[in-house]
């Protein structure tokens, strides 16, 4: 059973800080990882993918790849709290393009 | 909108009714999934599509749950004799490249009484 795992919170954040989520996945050969908010009663919204090891920037966030160690990582900087939400980390699965959750961590961010 | 579109958004029904759940992709995305989310958990894969044929159907789904996308386009997840156990969000996604960049609708939240 391939799994993906991740802190389940709460992470709470003072307002202006820098949010650090991880997460780890168990198969070796996974190749696309993907970090996706989901706000409370809403459906999930990607916010990044990553391919290869290292870092990926877009904007305020930082996706951190290290397949060596089987883990990505996604920072929030300058934390706001609109950031307030559950962030899925998402491994694909297989040659289709379906994904594998992780059950995702609950960020809150305080003024 | 050209987003994903789910209906209905919410039902609730009594146990051992069957509920009829429709999506709608982005028109030209060519796959279609179907996750289940519960309380606190991750969405767990339920079965997708690639046009009109179904790929890959999980474990998760008993012989009461059935999925269909006639002619590749819109898909509708049967729930046949509901049990309580059955109460959950029901996403669908769409997507156009096998990237695994998924996007996905509103959601049909299921409660069975």
């Known amino acids: 059973q391939k799994e993906v795992e991740q802190n389940s919170g709460p992470l709470s954040v003072p307002e202006g800080a820098i949010a650090s989520l991880n997460c780890t996945y168990s198969?070796?050969?996974?190749?696309?990882f993907f970090w996706y908010r989901q706000y409370s009663g809403k459906s999930p919204e990607l916010i990044m993918f990553i391919y290869s090891n290292g870092d990926k920037e877009d904007g305020r966030f930082t996706a951190q790849l290290n397949k060596a160690s089987q883990y990505v990582s996604l920072l929030i900087r300058d934390s706001q709290p609109s950031d307030s939400a559950t962030y899925l980390c998402a491994v694909k699965a297989d040659s289709w393009g379906k994904l594998q959750f992780g059950a995702g961590t609950q960020v809150v961010v305080t003024p | 909108d050209t987003g994903v579109s789910q209906d209905p958004r919410h039902k609730i029904t009594k146990r051992g009714q069957n509920v009829t759940f429709r999506c709608d992709p982005i028109s030209e995305h060519n796959r279609l999934y179907w996750y289940r989310q519960t309380l606190g958990q991750g969405p767990e894969f339920l079965t997708y599509f690639q046009n009109e044929a179904q790929l890959e159907k999980s474990r998760l789904l008993s012989d009461r749950f059935s999925a269909e996308r006639p002619k590749g386009s819109f898909s509708t997840l049967e729930i046949q004799r509901t049990e309580q156990g059955d109460s959950a969000m029901y996403l669908c996604?769409?997507?156009?490249?096998?990237?695994?960049?998924?996007?996905f609708g509103e959601g049909s939240r299921l409660t069975v009484l």
């Open positions: 996604a769409s997507s156009l490249f096998v990237t695994g960049e998924l996007f």
């Open positions: 198969d070796r050969g996974s190749q696309s």
